[in-house]
């Protein structure tokens, strides 16, 4: 055969290159699929909230109305204190190393994607209740790398800290801040006022304490609701209808008649975290 | 070998005098701790070798499964029903953490973490 080496050279190159180019490109056009855009970008679907979420078994969720929170000053405190002890959430008095299981926060921060533009001013100065949203596709439990905080299948994203190694990935893809992390012995006191972190007399003995290296969180009272009662934060607010609890699959729920009558704005909606708090502003 | 006379025998009173406490200890574990069982319990969740043995075991899978698996439900020994919890179960009748857990944990070199967040019946903080 008349064909020199070159030109051999040559043939087999390209040939070599289009086969491994071929079974990719097949791929794409049997699959007909397009490349993943990214979830984060928004778009109608994802700004309806909660979306399609689990629809089977219970799903948690709370539906928070500020209004009575602003009306009721003192409620939101009295929450926070009572959920804070029964779970020995200590004290440092130190912005930096704050343990955080519920609290209030500015509109701006509870509710970053809401348009500020001529909003009320009672709106816009009024204290919001926050929490861990219990996401049904929470990002901590992604980034989690021994899985210590998991999701259950009720919705309630738990976490488990003999498994946490404290690396706080979880903390860093969380959206809403809402895991803090243990820089000091939680059962140690204050070096200088010798104050202790956990009050003695409000130390609960029937829950244990959390040690210093590890992340927590709000656990939606599972202890609780495993006796079949409410989560402290909502037995403490009563019956104000400040907090509203119950399972969001469960189509007669008074939180379903509730979220079904009222306009409600959940934190973040276009992350597509799907969280299962839900606010009446 | 130079100075053979003193290396050998000197060697020989070093390996002895390192080796003193493996032969002469051997055969014999010390007193046996003594527990403080609690009183008016006949029967554990578990038979006695196993308990003795094995309650590290009971314990992770309890702990896996009411907080992983969510499952609370009660075991029953002696009629009587219990918490799957080392506070709320375990220490309920245990309730002398030093006598029951802290005599034998000591006698065999084993420091548990359970207490750093878990706490003891009698825990005066």
Redesign the interface.
Known sequence: MDMKRRDFLKIAGISTIAGIGAPAALQVLLKGEVPASSFASGGAEEETGHGVAAPVGRRYGFVIDTRVFAKDQGLAQKCINACHRIHNVPDFRNKKDEIKWIWETGYANAFTSKSHNLRSDEVHHRKYMVLCNHCDNPPCVRACPTKAT?K???GIV?M???RCIGCRFCMAACPYGSRSFNWRDP?GKDDKTGR?FIE?KH?N??F????RGVVEKCNLC?ERL?KGKMPKCVEEAGNSGAMIFGDLNDPHSEIRKVLASTFTIQRKPELGTKPSIFYIV | MYDGGKIVPGLIIFVGLMTFPLWYNSGNAGPAPKLEKPAGKTACVKDTHFMRTSHMVLLNQWRDTVLRDGDRTEVTAAGEKYEKSLMLGCMKCHSDKKKFCDECHQYAAVKPYCWDCHFPPKENL
């Not at chain 1, 244990?208 to 040690?211: A, C, E, F, Q, S």
């Open positions: 998991f259950r299948p009720d738990a488990d800290y003999h059962r202790y003695r130390l003995k029937d244990p304490t959390r040690m599972v495993a």
